[in-house]
């Protein structure tokens, strides 16, 4: 059942706009994220939702109530900031309190729930500090009770990850996963970090130069990407430029002429498209086995796996195996790549960047 | 790190000694027993001191600054408070003509405020009130404050407020509950300055003042044109005291470096 | 950067209560000066209501006027000077010593800026007076005494005085944008300790000297209290005119006169030193 719904939404800041158009429905309960690279609205859309900017034309409802040009104080939203925007003159008590007092919650319930707040984001012990005395990761935390505490129907993110460590990033992922769960809120993240949408998100909303382009569980969005640009920004990709051929039953891309078995019904005969193969959709074979040739420009060990940068007819790929223990074949020797072809991605259009 | 050598070292001691042999020397002879400018050879008194606590028109001065000190950088915190938040938080035509009208007294020479001041109160008939007085230094401090509140202001994370407002607040109380405790060590910091700077005041107040409302320095420089006595050294020495006494209030608020040096 | 479109009143309800204020206590009385200016004076009967451009053409010609013009520039060029000699090097001496030392001394050069103009002033007079310590020292070390207070010396040295913070401060923050490090690179590429200065800090540091010049220079020319008390009656610079020209010739519209022009030759100065700040703006975002 739709819960929160943003319909045509459009802002425009002088001449630029910012976000285009955008339409989304958001169930109650779910953890959506807005995906993109920095300046594709995604940051706006979240400010639209949480009414700190105010939407050029679009609808915004949640729960059936028009909110569109309601003010944030009347809204109720939860909203961690990416600076966390803590209040430095109170202690992380008083900011976790700050919401219930606007309320006018009574003393008494309003300490019961900053207690449980705090319980829930494990910082029971550090109510009367000060946020200049807490690390990154607890800072975070505060933002996050203090967004919680209120019960608001929607939790807005906005980047809540990206001034912490790469290590206390991974731990939050999880963190915020469990949190979620645990609260049953409505929960929508901004983020530009693929892999933290893609591990903590039920559905993933891209974004590209303010418009909506794909909107998708994480594993649909890695598997059939819509665009080139989506299948670069999503995971890692070869992206290959080639033509469309279709001969009776059989279908190919054709790449300076070598034919790669592929299938695409949609896409008319003679199109130019981009081949999308993940480099761990790859298989490493000895030199003459396998679809295609090519000879090893590099190997670097990533320890789980091998990343190989392999020269070939249709182009510099880059694949990578798993380790198996042994050694894999040196820089410099030959070999044959191969793959399934119901692993081959073909997208209407050339990519901007291969 | 490189170090200074003897040559700087020198130099470094002697642009000291340069800085601080007047008011080091004020110190010294305000504590002479003797009855001319001279330095207290044969002991220290505190006659010179005493005389100026017994001199009844340095006194009602004394009390005349401190009253039209406070007064006036209360009332410039008044006008540049508000007048910061629309002008660094607002897009609006004539936003830039504003910001330089408020920062104009500090490019203006006070000379010529005063006499300007004197033009209009002469028009007016309103000369040699304390309050038309009061009007002049709001002028001429407000701009201090405007700056540092400005500076605190551009200095701070909006999205705290933009929380607030989230969490329910209406605009008001998120700029009572955050905002200004925020931005509060620059608005106490422009009102010490702007203290201090009225305090100080001589080249405008001097044509704006009347026989019943004249400023400490004011006082200072008829005495000082006139005759020159121990007394005048007492004096200075109690305004080295009082103006050491607010840098380092400032200086545990603020910074006085910050102040002084690093505003943008 | 909430900027609503119904909110556009905002800003001026809460500005507006300053900008009457201010306007009418700076520009207007501005103008009104700047209209006096104009006003025909009678020694006798006071000023006419009756136009004329005669003051200005007064000041421009007559010798009287002209010899202060000439010595007020004079004086505020050489305390410009002297402020850049001894300033420059001192920032630079400053900027490298260590912490608690580096910001102790900041404040011992810049703090007298908070001490009052009299007590400084008042502080060299009794320095520099003929039973002075200064002329002390030279009778012991078998000098004979000379006379400086009421001399362009003395004028000078107190302006020097009040005005060197002003120097210092601008140098300082220049200089605290440079790296501490690429003095030492320029070393380790094979600079002599001269040429690194010359060629990697001075260039950085002359916009900062520039920039204080200028305020220095503004500030002297229309300094009034340095000169009304080490000057004398004789040794008139333009700010101690004015004050004679109104308190005690009550000559207000020549009075005016000059203030006017002290006022567009400051705020000339002013206007350069903005366009120095926002073209090193431009540099250092470029």
Request: net charge neutral; proline share 5%.
């Amino acid at each position: 059942m739709a819960f929160l719904t943003l319909e045509g939404v459009s802002k425009e800041f002088g001449t630029f706009t910012a976000v285009r158009d955008v339409s989304l429905t958001i169930d109650k309960g779910e953890f959506v994220s807005l995906l993109g690279p920095s300046g594709c609205g995604k940051t706006t859309t979240l400010q639209m939702i949480a009414g700190l900017v105010e939407p050029t034309e679009g609808r915004i409802s949640l729960d059936g109530r028009d909110i569109t040009r309601e003010k944030p104080n009347r809204r109720g939203l939860g909203v961690v900031f990416q600076s966390y925007a803590l209040f430095p003159h109170m202690t992380v008590a008083q900011n976790v309190a700050f919401g219930l007092e606007m309320r006018r919650v009574p003393q008494a319930e309003r300490t019961d729930r900053v207690r449980e707040a705090l319980m829930l984001v494990q910082l029971s012990s550090f109510a009367d500090r000060y946020p200049r005395q807490l690390s990154g990761g607890q800072r975070q935390r505060v933002a996050i009770a203090r967004a919680l505490v209120i019960a608001p129907p929607v939790l807005l993110l906005d980047e809540p990850l990206s001034n912490l460590d790469a290590k206390l990033r991974e731990e939050m992922q999880f963190e915020l996963r469990r949190i979620q769960r645990k609260v049953g809120t409505t929960t929508i993240m901004v983020t530009h970090d693929q892999a933290e949408a893609l591990s903590i998100s039920d559905r993933v909303v891209v974004m590209e130069a303010g418009r909506m382009t794909q909107v998708d569980a994480p594993y649909r969005l890695y598997e059939q990407p819509s665009n080139a640009f989506i299948s670069s920004f999503v995971g890692k990709t070869n992206l290959l430029a080639g033509t469309w051929r279709r001969n009776g039953a059989s279908s190919a891309v054709d790449i300076g002429g070598v034919l790669l078995e592929a299938s695409a019904p949609e896409i008319a005969a003679g199109t130019p498209v981009t081949l999308s193969i993940r480099p761990e959709k790859v298989l490493v074979r000895d030199a003459g086995a396998g679809r295609l040739e090519g000879h090893v420009v590099s190997r670097f060990f990533l320890g789980s796996q091998w990343l190989f940068t392999i020269e070939t007819p249709l182009g510099t790929m880059t694949v990578s195996t798993p380790n198996q223990g042994g050694e894999p074949p040196a820089e410099g020797s030959r070999v044959g790549l191969d793959w399934s072809p119901a692993d081959l991605r073909v997208i209407a259009g050339t990519a901007a960047a291969a | 790190m490189q170090k200074n050598g003897p040559v700087a070292l020198i130099f470094h001691v002697l642009v000291l000694t340069f800085v601080l042999a007047p008011l080091v020397i004020i110190c010294l002879v305000a504590f002479t027993p003797e009855n001319t400018l001279s330095l207290p050879t044969t002991g220290l008194s505190l006659r010179w001191f005493k005389a100026v606590f017994e001199h009844p028109d340095f006194m009602a001065s004394f009390w005349n600054s401190i009253w039209l000190a406070t007064l006036s950088a209360t009332l410039a915190v008044a006008f540049a408070v508000p007048a910061a938040l629309a002008i660094s938080r607002y897009t609006f035509p004539g936003r830039d003509f504003l910001n330089a009208l408020f920062l104009s007294p500090l490019i203006i020479p006070h000379l010529v405020l005063g006499v300007a001041f004197l033009r209009l109160f002469a028009l007016l008939g309103a000369t040699g009130s304390f309050a038309w007085l009061v009007a002049t230094h709001i002028i001429v401090v407000t701009p201090y404050v405007l700056r540092l509140v400005l500076a605190a202001l551009s200095g701070l994370d909006r999205s705290a407020e933009q929380a607030a407002r989230t969490l329910g607040a209406g605009e008001w109380t998120a700029f009572r509950r955050i905002t200004a405790p925020m931005i509060l060590p620059g608005i106490t910091g422009g009102w010490l300055l702007a203290f201090i700077n009225s305090f100080d005041e001589l080249t405008m107040s001097i044509f704006v003042t009347s026989p019943a409302t004249v400023t400490l320095p004011v006082r200072m420089y008829m005495y000082a044109t006139e005759s020159i006595d121990p007394m005048m050294a007492a004096v200075s020495a109690l305004m080295i005291a009082i103006t050491a006494a607010a840098m380092l209030v400032l200086d545990r608020t603020f910074g006085l470096d910050r102040i002084l040096v690093g505003q943008r | 950067m909430i900027a609503r479109s119904s909110t556009l009143s905002a800003p001026w309800l809460l500005a507006g209560p300053g900008a009457l204020f201010f306007f009418g206590l700076v520009l207007l009385p501005l103008a009104l000066t700047v209209i006096l200016s104009f006003h025909a004076y009678d020694h006798s009967t006071g000023i006419q209501n009756t136009f004329t451009l005669s003051h200005y053409v007064t000041v421009v010609t007559d010798g009287y006027y002209l010899e202060i013009f000439w010595r007020t520039l004079r004086i505020a060029a050489l305390t410009t000077l002297i402020c850049a000699a001894i300033g420059v090097p001192e920032a630079y001496i400053l900027s490298r010593m260590r912490d608690p030392w580096r910001s102790v001394f900041l404040l011992v050069i810049i703090g007298p800026l908070l001490v009052s103009v009299v007590v400084r002033t008042f502080g060299w007079s009794m320095l520099l007076g003929s039973q002075g310590l200064v002329n002390q020292a030279l009778q012991l070390l078998g000098f004979p005494s000379v006379r400086i207070l009421y001399t362009e010396t003395a004028i000078v040295i107190a302006l020097v005085h009040v005005m060197l913070p002003f120097m210092v401060i601008p140098v300082w923050t220049a200089l605290q944008k440079l790296d501490p490090m690429v003095e030492a690179a320029a070393w380790t590429l094979g600079a002599s300790h001269f040429t690194a200065l010359r060629r990697v800090v001075m260039p950085q540091v002359t916009l900062g000297m520039l920039s204080g010049s200028l305020i220095v220079f503004g500030l002297s020319a229309s300094a009034f209290a340095v000169p009304a008390l080490l000057g004398g009656r004789r040794l008139k610079m333009a700010a101690t005119l004015v004050y004679d020209e109104y308190l005690h010739e009550l000559n207000w519209p020549l009075g005016a006169t000059i203030a006017i022009i002290v006022l567009v030759a400051n705020l000339c100065i002013m206007l350069a030193y903005n366009r120095m700040v926002e073209a090193r703006a431009r540099r250092t975002l470029g």
